[in-house]
């Protein structure tokens, strides 16, 4: 089994995931006791999420806590903050939230302060998922404090990208920039190819809300090669589904379609309801644009329903605008009580 496991270790350091998935599985056949198999789905648990498999990082993740619970206690913790981050990813950010509340305050009584960190870190990413962004940022900035002081160079990077994100939602352009650009240094020079791609996509988006769009598209562009390369299937959808908002902006609606349609293909693989919700609206504003008003008014209510059915509050204030825009009625009220400095008039939105 270690063979395997150091194997797999190796492919993982360098990002080659799905090489590193064939590993762990044939380590999980060579698995002769229960320390060996929650070892070995842990790890496996971790490197489904790295390719957007959440189903079945769930999976290996519930079996873990079943098998720690009975062995370690504080290895338990561990196994739920990573089914956490599962759940979140598949849109159940209550579940995650009720799982992160329970491992910090049991980081916090164990004076465990790098588990700590990343549970925060987890915990402000479910919270950017409710919908609660300024909360979000402020948990994203407490969690790149314990990594600074921990000398957690990495951990800061991704905090800097969850800060750079909830940035940009909160409608501050630059300052999302700012977080990006700092944490695409620290990836480089870390040589992470996933913190690479997240924050040139981040870089991007940040790049496409203040209209600079040629140069928006390149950041994509090399997201979307890094992403392929280590086989990450949800942010590659991200990026696509970037890459079609930024060419409904400059009114390639040809290529806009195809690349939404893309990301659709792939957000419907990995049970992303957050990602179908954002690709029915890009569709429905393109239909829209060219006078389908009726197939657009289908997809803006499906997405209305679903976003309300998930508790998905920003998107579904970007419904509601939607909706408010093909009907010819004012701005919303939600983007406000959100905390978000958003105000959309006409097709198409320019949504963070």
């Keep these: 089994m270690e063979k395997f496991i150091k194997a797999a270790e190796r492919l993982a350091r360098v990002s080659k995931y799905r090489e ?10 060579k698995a002769e006791d229960e320390d060996d198999e929650l070892l070995c789905r842990m790890a496996l648990g971790d490197t489904c999420r790295m390719t957007g498999d ?29 089914l956490a981050l599962s759940k979140r990813a598949l849109g159940f950010w209550k579940e995650s939230l009720s799982l992160l509340k329970k491992a910090e305050t049991f980081y916090r009584k164990g004076a465990d302060p790098e588990g700590l960190a990343f549970t925060l870190w987890a915990r402000a990413g479910a919270l950017r998922i409710k919908g609660d962004i300024p909360l979000a940022y402020e948990t994203f900035s407490e969690a790149r404090k314990l990594f600074k002081e921990l000398g957690d160079i ?9 800060m750079g994100g909830t940035a940009r939602v909160m409608g501050r ?13 620290v990836f480089r020079d870390l040589k992470d190819t996933f913190g690479t791609a997240y924050s040139h996509c981040g870089m991007g988006n940040a790049l496409r809300m203040r209209g600079e769009h040629e140069e928006a598209r390149e950041q994509f562009v090399r997201a979307s ?3 392929v390369r280590i086989g990450d299937s949800v942010s590659y959808a991200y990026t696509l589904w970037s890459l079609a908002k930024t060419h409904m902006m400059t009114g390639y609606s040809v290529l806009a379609y195809k690349y939404v349609k893309e990301a659709r293909s792939l957000f419907k693989k990995t ?18 644009i060219k006078g389908n008003k009726a197939r657009a008014k289908t997809l803006i209510t499906e997405a209305v329903k679903e976003a309300k059915e998930r508790g998905f509050a920003v998107e579904g204030c970007h419904a509601l605008a939607a909706e408010k825009i093909l009907d010819g009625a004012g701005p919303v009220e939600c983007y406000r009580k959100l905390g978000l400095s958003l105000s959309f008039k006409s097709f198409p939105m320019n949504i963070p």
């Design 225 to 227: 090669q890094l992403y």
């Design 20 to 29: 590193a998935l064939k590993k762990y599985r044939r380590a999980l056949q």
């Design 154 to 162: 990495s951990g800061e990077g991704y905090c800097l990208c969850g």
């Design 173 to 185: 352009a630059a300052r999302s920039m700012e977080h990006y650009t700092k944490a695409n240094q």
């Design 54 to 82: 959440f189903s079945e990082a769930v999976a290996h993740y519930e079996r873990a806590v079943k098998l720690a619970g009975a062995i370690d206690k504080e290895a338990s913790i561990d196994a739920s903050v990573g």
């Design 271 to 288: 049970s992303d309801p957050r990602g179908i919700i954002y690709c029915k609206l890009s569709i429905a504003e393109m239909n829209s």
